[in-house]
C-alpha cells in the first residue's frame, strides 16, 4: 500500500480545490442593455460571487491567478429588432466560442454558450461585443445577461510542485514513503491519491449537413478543436466520452442552427439511449443557437455523445466563431468503485 501512494503521485489525480485553498469563482448579472458600438466588452453591475477576487465587473474581464482548467458559461439577451453576437475571448481577442441570433424580429430572447478553458496566470477571458449599431444587447432588472466561470482543476503542476519537491531521488524510493513531516504535505498526498479527475471541452468550426436515404449507423458529432481533454477520455475524431473514473458527470453543449434547416441533436449514452436534447424546427434562414445541460451518474466503459439528426431537414451550424460545443467534467468520483480501481488496476 505505501508503494502504491508513492506511484499515485504521478497520476493523474489532483488536490480538491476546495481542499488545497486554490478557489476561483465569480458570477455576475448585467441588468441594463448595451446598444452595439457603445462599449466593447460587458460590464456588469451585479456581482453575485467572487471567490479569490479574480473578475472585474467594471471591465467585464477576468483575470487568472491560479492555473489550471476553468468552466465558463453566459447567457446574452437579444434586443428586439437587432442582431446578437458575442463572443468569449481569451486575452486580445482569440475568439474561444460566440452566441449567435441573426433574427432582427421585435421579440426578445437568450442565447447561451459554455466551454472549458485552460488558463495561465495573467490570462484574462471577457465578452467581446460586435462594434456596430446593428447589434445590440438586451437586459433589464430580470436580469437577461449572466456570466459566470470557476476553476474546476487547478493545473496539476501548480497544485503539485510543492509534492514534486519533496520526492526522494529515484534511486531512493523506498517502498514504505518516508513518513512527511508537514501536515499540510500529508493532507495534500492524502487528496492527490484521492480525486481522480476527468474533463474535456472540444467545439467544432464547420457545419453537418444532414442527409436523407438508407440506414446507417447513428454517428456521433465530431469535433476539430480542443479546448481540454484531462485525462484523454475524449475522442473528437470518434466523437465519444469514455468514462474511466465513475461517478456524477457535468455535461453541457451547444449547437448552431443552420439557414433553412432545423435543428435537433440528442445527447447519448452507449448505442444510443437519449438523456436530452435540443430542437428548434425554425427552418427560416437565420442563425441562432440552442443549449442543453445535465449531470449523469457513470459507470466505467460508458460513452457520451452527441447526435444531430441523420435527415436532410436537420444540420448543425458551425464556423470559425464556434457556435457548437461540447464540455463534460467529472464533478464527484464515485467514492468506492474509484478506491477499488485504484487498488486492484
Ligand atoms: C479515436 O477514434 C477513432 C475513430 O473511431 C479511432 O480510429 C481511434 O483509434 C480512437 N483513438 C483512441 C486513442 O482511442
Known sequence: MGLLICLGLVTPFHV???????RSAFSAT????VLGGSQRAVTFDRLLVNVGGDFNPDTGRFRCRLAGAYYFSFTVGKFPKKLLSVMLVKNGQEVQAMAYDGHRKPGRKVQSQSVMLTLKPMDTVWLLLQ???????YSNVGPYITFTGYLVYPDSSSSMSYLNNHLPQPGFLHPDCPPPTDPWYSLTREKAFEEPRSAFSVARTTSVLGESGGYREKEALTFDVEYVNIGGHFNKTSGHFTCHFPGSYFFAFTVG???HR???????????EVQAMVFDEDTSRHREMQSQSLLLSLRKGDTVWLYSQQDQRYAVYSNQGRYTTFSGFLVYPDWESSILDRTYN
Do not use: E
Open 16 to 22: 480538491a480545490p476546495a481542499m488545497s485553498g486554490l
Open 30 to 33: 448585467r441588468s441594463r442593455s
Open 131 to 137: 462594434q456596430s449599431p446593428d447589434y445590440a444587447l
Open 257 to 259: 442552427r443552420h439557414p
Open 262 to 272: 432545423a435543428v435537433s441533436v440528442k445527447l447519448m449514452t452507449g448505442r444510443g
